[in-house]
């Protein structure tokens, strides 16, 4: 059971717009800044997004983050076949005093 | 270019120990915040642990599974990571990944497989 809650699942369609939910707390979400991580088969996570909605060098603009209170999302705008991978966030939690990450999601393309 | 570069898994007996080594490159190693977060075969990513550079004391944080169990240093003169685990668990079977800078960056990994 991840800290962060995300859907297991998220598919759609070449060109659409798809968004990924992520759920925490106060304590993690609420207070903290949120990255989100692609990750390919058998590859190492990369990162997306970072403080919320900051895109590093090299990451496609039809990536956006967001975050309202203790809930962030992840928005894929114009959606390709190569985003076909496993997405996760991930907030320090004050609490715990830890990073916690979401369960994942996992993008098809249909 | 940042270069994260895990060694030191393999197979271990349940109750043993092991130390995974980071080699880091690209960035002043000196002032990096450094975390492992591991993977279990076909789950999700979980963070182990983190080491704040030594000018914030180097101060350590672990998880709860893992807490007790695990020690992660650094040596800065080398640019190297280190996580020694011990008393290991079948459950401790992961790719274990070494990141830097709060997570941006991640090295390629290296599997830990603790079976009898």
């Known amino acids: 059971q991840s800290v962060l809650t995300q859907p297991p699942s998220v598919s759609g369609t070449p060109g659409q717009r798809v968004t990924i939910s992520c759920s925490g707390s106060?304590?993690?979400?609420?207070?903290?800044?949120v990255n989100w991580y692609q990750q390919f088969p058998g590859t190492a996570p990369k990162l997306l997004i970072y403080?919320?909605?900051l895109r590093p060098s090299g990451a496609p603009d039809r990536f956006s983050g967001s975050k309202s209170g203790a809930s962030a999302s992840l928005a894929i705008s114009g959606l390709q076949s190569e985003d076909e991978a496993d997405y996760y966030c991930a907030a320090w939690d004050d609490s715990l005093i830890g990073y916690v990450f979401g369960g994942g999601t996992k993008v098809t393309v249909l | 270019e940042v270069q994260l570069v895990e060694s030191g898994g393999g197979l271990v007996k349940p109750g043993g120990s092991l130390r995974l080594s980071c080699a880091a490159s690209?960035?002043?190693?000196?002032?990096?915040?450094m975390s492992w977060v591991r993977q279990a075969p076909g789950e999700g990513l979980e963070w182990v642990g983190r080491i704040k550079s030594k000018g914030d004391g180097a101060t350590t944080n672990y998880a709860a599974p893992v807490k007790g169990r695990i020690t992660i240093s650094r040596d800065d003169s080398k640019n190297m990571l280190y996580l020694q685990m011990r008393s290991l668990k079948v459950e401790d079977t992961a790719v274990y990944y070494c990141?830097?800078?709060?997570?941006?960056?991640w090295g390629q990994g290296t599997l830990v497989t603790v079976s009898s």
């Open positions: 106060n304590s993690n979400i609420g207070g903290n800044t």
């Open positions: 403080s919320d909605n």
């Open positions: 690209g960035f002043t190693f000196t002032n990096a915040w």
């Open positions: 990141t830097a800078r709060d997570m941006g960056y």
